[in-house]
Antibody, heavy 122, light 112 residues
Framework: EVQLVESGGGLVQPGGSLRLSCAAS????????MSWVRQAPGKGLEWVAN????????YNVDSVKGRFTISRDNAKNSLYLQMNSLRAEDTAVYYC???????????????WGQGTLVTVST | QSALTQPPSASGSPGQSVTISCTGT?????????VSWYQQHPGKAPKLMIY???KRPSGVPDRFSGSKSGNTASLTVSGLQAEDEADYYC????????????FGGGTKLTVL
């Protein structure tokens, strides 16, 4: 059974930093792209960042460029999101997701964690 | 990238069928057969229901089906059951220059 367990969320002041972690099990972590997807309170889903199997390619949405960094440790089956210079609009539940990217093309999220809440407020 | 357009709400009675639309552009939905649909119950994580427009992951009831015509994809839930009441989100691959996916705004499905 695939399990993705996020941790590291919490209350942080504007301009502060947080590091989210995602512990993966039940699948071959090193063979999948991984993503972070967020959901602001009462709002829809938004892709935040993703990373290739070996960490050689990383991408993120324009609104977090220069502030958020995605990384992974395949030896520990773990995914991370370092979030700096946090803003009120970053307040959301952050989900770790196993991304399915067939060689022919396409992308979707096969499994999701339960999410961790990040609140940016004074 | 712009979000895909979904109706904010949909409803149907138990046993009926309901269809939720998802409209994109010729750069995403219209250009690729990589539309997926996610179900999300309140306070829970999203769950993949449909991928590649019409394929169901193992364990998803065949009451759920997907289709696409032009720039619009659709999710149909047949034989509505109370447990189908949830939010549904569509998403589409938007090409190799856009490494994430684009999501729709979500549709709240109510079983009357």
């Amino acid at each position: 059974e695939v399990q993705l367990v996020e941790s590291g969320g919490g209350l942080v002041q504007p301009g502060g930093s947080l590091r989210l972690s995602c512990a993966a099990s039940g699948f071959s972590f090193s063979t999948y792209w991984m993503s972070w997807v967020r959901q602001a309170p009462g709002k829809g889903l938004e892709w935040v960042a993703n990373i290739k199997q070996d960490g050689s390619e990383k991408y993120n949405v324009d609104s977090v460029k220069g502030r958020f960094t995605i990384s992974r440790d395949n030896a520990k089956n773990s995914l991370y999101l370092q979030m700096n210079s946090l803003r009120a609009e970053d307040t959301a539940v952050y989900y770790c997701a196993r991304e399915v990217r067939p060689s022919k093309g396409g992308s979707w999220y096969g499994d999701w964690g339960q999410g961790t809440l990040v609140t940016v407020s004074t | 990238q712009s979000a895909l357009t979904q109706p904010p709400s949909a409803s149907g009675s138990p046993g009926q069928s309901v269809t939720i639309s998802c409209t994109g552009t010729s750069s995403d939905v219209g250009d690729y057969d990589y539309v997926s649909w996610y179900q999300q119950h309140p306070g829970k994580a999203p769950k993949l229901m449909i991928y590649e427009v019409s394929k169901r992951p193992s364990g998803v009831p065949d009451r759920f089906s997907g289709s696409k015509s032009g720039n619009t994809a659709s999710l149909t839930v047949s034989g509505l059951q109370a447990e189908d009441e949830a939010d549904y989100y569509c998403s589409s691959y938007a090409g190799s220059n856009n490494l994430g996916v684009v999501f729709g705004g979500g549709t709240k499905l109510t079983v009357l």
